[in-house]
């Protein structure tokens, strides 16, 4: 399977709303209400951000928002501040018991 | 608290088997899957595979005929095994606990391949 595809790099101001995009195909994206979104700080592990889509685990901020529209799924910050700077994964089941991450987005709080 | 912690050799020769485990405490390995996952320097992650605490396998096509996934419920400890690496499975490893949405994770260890 190939990689969701994530744009490189995203900014914005503090105070400021974010969005980072992860595009797939009919086959895992658009097929499965299955993407998950993870935040990984320099030298940690990733951390699971949204799963099921749009869904936050316990103590994560309702800042961290996601969606889904056809094969593209979406990740918004809202309020941006300091500490969400780091890289952005997503993920999505794709069938076959089998699971696939995008490439990832760094971003950047100005 | 669910934690998770990776433990094996940090250099491996090329063409020699890749060996980790991951401990788990603060909860059983019992109805959970469980997965690895690696990121190679400055790369995305990419999964490995995942295991039931029955024993039940799936794998990344790509690294299907190289892994071996298995658990060990009396020590609480699931293991990966990768043959024949080259320097392109050389990556920080991270185990961690779920299959689609994967909540916990360990620290990650950094397995480097050379001779």
């Known amino acids: 399977q190939s990689a969701l595809t994530q744009p490189p790099s995203a900014s914005g101001s503090p105070g400021q709303s974010v969005t980072i995009s992860c595009t797939g195909t009919s086959s895992d994206v658009g097929d499965y209400n299955y993407v998950s979104w993870y935040q990984q700080h320099p030298g940690k592990a990733p951390k699971l951000m949204i799963h099921?889509?749009?869904k936050r685990p316990s103590g994560v901020p309702d800042r961290f928002s996601g969606s889904k529209s056809g094969n593209t799924a979406s990740l918004t910050v809202s309020g941006l501040q300091a500490e969400d700077e780091a890289d952005y994964y997503c993920s999505s089941y794709v069938g076959n018991n089998q699971l696939v991450f995008g490439g990832g987005t760094k971003l950047t709080v100005l | 608290q669910v934690r998770l912690q990776e433990s094996g050799p940090g250099l491996v020769k090329p063409s020699d088997t890749l060996s980790l485990t991951c401990t788990v405490s603060?909860?059983?390995?019992?109805?959970?899957?469980w997965s690895w996952i690696r990121q190679p320097a400055g790369k995305g992650l990419e999964w490995i595979g995942r295991?039931?605490?029955?024993?039940?396998?799936n794998y990344n096509p790509s690294l299907k005929s190289r892994v071996i996934l298995s658990v060990d419920t009396s020590n609480n400890q699931f293991s990966l095994k990768v043959s024949s690496v080259t320097a392109a499975d050389t990556a920080v490893y991270y185990c961690a606990r779920g299959s689609i949405a994967p909540d916990f994770w360990g620290q990650g260890t950094l397995v480097t391949v050379s001779s």
């Open positions: 295991i039931y605490t029955s024993g039940s396998t």
């Open positions: 603060g909860a059983s390995l019992s109805n959970y899957y």
């Open positions: 099921e889509v749009s």
